[in-house]
């Protein structure tokens, strides 16, 4: 088998961190793609843990020298992935677990469609996901609302997604979850697909 790709997207306090961190626990062979940003750390967080934080010049840089699977600028930072640890990831055989935004799985899906599971994860009402985002605390209110604004153009592109998920009841949403990442390791990549006529 080579490798996979899944890419999991939806609005910001719809719970994917959760539902990662969850699957890295128990599933194996995975190699879960750490984002670059420009944005400050938080509190909480730790470098090459939940991103891996440089400044908006090496980022612009690294954009001109072709670093990036996908980037995008967010919330006034930028964020990307890097290509490099992806492939190597694919050629191990690994499955490339992906958290980004719309646009950055419209460009994986463009690179790498045969291999690829996308899964869109959303809460069950517009609300919910606003009593979420206060309920974190790290956001002001003008945040909340930019997020709430970007929320409603990411909900206006879900039907480019595979799969539907809404983290209504987070135990659900993670078996769900599980099951998916179970069902991206049985999609061939057209070399699987050669590979096996060949032999049959």
């Known amino acids: 088998m080579s490798g996979k790709i899944v890419v999991i997207s939806g609005p910001s306090g719809c719970g994917k961190s959760s539902l990662i961190n969850e699957i890295l626990k128990t599933e194996k062979n995975i190699y879960f793609s750490i984002s670059t940003t420009t944005r400050e750390i938080r509190e909480g967080e730790k470098e090459g843990v939940n991103y891996h ?19 995008a600028e967010v919330h006034g930072n930028y964020y990307g992935t890097s290509l490099k640890p992806i492939y190597k990831a694919i050629d191990e055989n690994k499955l490339v677990l992906l958290d980004i935004d719309v646009q950055g799985h419209a460009i994986v899906k463009e690179k790498f469609p045969r291999i690829l599971t996308s899964i869109f994860l959303t809460t069950p009402s517009q609300e919910e996901l606003r009593r979420r985002l206060e309920h ?51 999609k061939p990549s057209q070399s699987e697909i050669s590979s096996f006529i060949r032999k049959w």
């Open 53 to 71: 934080y440089i400044s908006r010049e090496q980022f612009e840089k690294e954009i001109e020298e072709g670093a990036f699977l996908e980037w």
């Open 136 to 186: 974190r605390g790290t956001d002001s209110a003008d945040v909340i609302e930019t997020r709430l604004h970007n929320a409603r153009i990411e909900m206006a592109r879900m039907d480019e997604y595979e799969y539907l998920l809404i983290n209504d009841d987070f135990e659900i949403a993670l078996e769900q979850f599980r099951a998916l990442v179970h069902v991206a390791w049985l």
